[in-house]
């Protein structure tokens, strides 16, 4: 009976929440967003980081860091492997699914939004203060804000977003790239489709005739759909009004994103 | 009367197709609207020509195959025109036509294979294992797809799988033109073939007593049917159901004689895609549907409605 008593006794406190240490800034981290990376790296916390996607690419510092894989979805083993006690996931839903099964292995996690502007700054000091860096954070979140908060000039061109040529699909209101473009003062001739991004037929692209046409690349060589010929009844594509945007500056919202609105308005002003 | 309601029916789809559109063109302007004559025309012209070849190679297929379950994609041409164009994508293969030329080459060499396995049993072309080799090569290249698309870095693989999915976004003057040369050759294969498969309904036996050259019949069917649907994949992607569903309604409409159940799916495939894709372009404007969700929404409709007129009776 006693010894009964005592194995119950034993279970119970296996039971117990255990070996997770107490709260306190986070000293191994595993960013599974690239915009995660850079923040973290610039709000002073990047010695932490000891994961990171194959898409982290900047700072330079962060291609030391192992990578653990696409993240879409996150590879569990993989970022286990980082013996990481903070995960940090891009909200949304395969991510929710891996975030649970983090947190059965007594990894903690963090799942942040991070689709505009506006969702920088809380980024920033949500990152901030899982590190103890708050300070840094806030500084950053502070011209984040600012950013995001400011009145977009008024615009003097426009802009459709073509991120597929076949079928087309282009980049609507609520993106973060229309509101790069509205910053760098061009209005997104798809601005009126509330979603992200759409199918669209290659027509209204014509009929809505953005001046520019703007892809994200990884390469500086064009795509190739530009020389297809129903391509060049767009105005802009007869008159190679291209810009061709690097996707690891302009594809994600994060402490460059000044950075972009100002290059994207330089290249249209030329 | 019943031709001349499919005539009907295909003039107004080609005209509706090229009226209407998303983007708003002044009936006074349409005849030199830039976007009438090079998008909303050879557009119009594709989607009748692919629903027609789709519609023509499913009827053959499930004649060859003595299966009303047949589609032109069920025989792998899917599954391998997709793994071409993903090849071309992870290799960098670049120029305007990269994508459809290595999707045509994707849809042969599974045909090839297909083929090969059909003769496994000898030389005579097994319709079953047609039918089983089709489906195994298919998943299998699917297979080789997806691991591609997932170990492979470019971005711009994920979205490999959009153009699959079909549409005749990708429809300009070449691409009918390259069509238009191309298709009547296996559409005159298969037309001619039309009496022998009326003698194939009987089975392989009896249509070798009425006189019919069974070995030779098949062969030519199921080449001609795959190097349509081939093409078809190649310039639209893989547009499901018009191949699958408008051979039923001709038959339905039509019987059984070949003669007249080729043409009339030609017409049929035609008038069902291009109405597709017109509705696919306005519906939700200024966004746009798949247009084979469109083909699907309209033909189980008119399939379901035939099949219990036709039950009834």
């Given at each position: ?118 969702d920088l700054g809380p980024a920033a000091r949500t990152l901030g203060r899982l590190t103890g860096q ?137 | ?294 083909t699907a929404l309209i033909g189980v409709p008119v399939f379901a409605f035939l099949l219990r007129r036709?039950?009834?009776?």
């Amino acid at each position: 009976m006693l010894r009964r008593l005592g194995f119950v006794v034993l279970l119970l406190a296996s039971c117990r929440p255990s070996g997770r240490p107490a709260v306190g800034p986070s000293q191994r981290i595993v960013s599974l967003l690239p915009s995660f990376t850079e923040i973290l790296f610039a709000i002073g916390a990047g010695d932490r980081v000891v994961g990171r996607t194959q898409w982290c690419d900047y700072p330079a510092a962060a291609l030391a860091v192992p990578s653990v894989g696409d993240g879409l979805p996150p590879n569990i083993e993989a970022v286990a492997a980082r013996r990481p006690d903070r995960v940090v996931l891009y909200n949304a839903g395969p991510n929710v699914t891996a975030a649970k099964q983090f947190e059965r292995l007594g990894i903690r996690t963090v799942l942040i939004d991070l689709n505009r502007l506006e969702d920088l700054g809380p980024a920033a000091r949500t990152l901030g203060r899982l590190t103890g860096q708050e300070e840094q954070a806030e500084s950053l979140a502070t011209v984040m804000d600012s950013l995001a908060g400011r009145p977009p000039p008024s615009s003097t061109t426009s802009i459709a977003f073509v991120v597929w040529d076949n079928p087309p699909i282009i980049i609507g209101h609520g993106s973060y790239l229309d509101q790069l473009a509205a910053q760098a003062g061009a209005r997104n001739v798809f601005g009126d489709i509330t979603a992200p991004s759409a199918q669209v037929a290659l027509e209204t692209i014509v009929a809505r005739d953005p001046r520019w046409i703007a892809v994200l690349v990884d390469s500086a060589a064009p795509p190739a759909f530009m020389k297809r010929r129903e391509w060049r009844a767009v105005r802009a594509v007869r008159e190679g009004h291209f810009l061709l945007l690097k996707g690891s500056l302009f594809g994600r919202p994060g402490p460059r994103s000044g950075e972009a609105i100002r290059q994207l308005t330089a290249l249209l002003a030329r | 009367m019943k031709w001349t309601l499919l005539g009907l029916l295909a003039v107004v789809a080609l005209i509706a197709s090229v009226v209407i559109g998303p983007a708003a063109v002044p009936l006074a302007e349409l005849a030199h609207s830039d976007i009438v004559w090079n998008l909303r025309a050879p557009r119009a012209l594709l989607a009748f020509l692919v629903g027609g070849s789709l519609g023509v190679a499913g009827a053959g297929l499930q004649a060859l195959v003595r299966n009303p379950l047949a589609d032109p994609f069920l025989l792998g041409l899917s599954g391998g025109a997709g793994l071409g164009a993903v090849l071309a994508i992870a290799l960098h293969v670049s120029g305007p036509w990269a994508l459809p030329i290595a999707a045509f080459a994707g849809a042969l060499a599974a045909l090839g294979l297909v083929y090969r396995l059909g003769l496994i049993g000898g030389a005579a072309l097994d319709p079953r294992i047609l039918l089983l080799g089709g489906v195994a090569i298919g998943a299998f290249a699917a297979a080789i797809t997806t691991a591609i698309v997932s170990l492979a870095d470019a971005a711009e693989l994920r979205n490999a799988f959009l153009w699959l999915w079909g549409g005749l976004s990708g429809a300009s003057w070449d691409t009918v033109l390259v069509v238009a040369l191309y298709a009547p050759i296996p559409l005159a294969v298969l037309l001619a073939a039309a009496r022998p498969l009326d003698l194939l309904a009987l089975g392989e036996e009896s249509a070798g007593y009425l006189g019919a050259d069974v070995e030779a019949v098949k062969r030519r069917v199921y080449l001609a049917a795959s190097l349509l649907t081939a093409a078809a994949v190649a310039v639209s992607g893989v547009i499901g159901f018009v191949g699958l569903v408008v051979p039923h309604i001709a038959r339905l409409t039509w019987g059984h004689r070949h003669r007249a159940l080729l043409p009339a799916a030609f017409l049929g495939g035609g008038v069902l895609l291009t109405f597709a894709d017109t509705l696919a372009r306005t519906v939700v404007a200024p966004r746009e549907l798949p247009v084979g969700v469109v083909t699907a929404l309209i033909g189980v409709p008119v399939f379901a409605f035939l099949l219990r007129r036709w039950t009834i009776a």
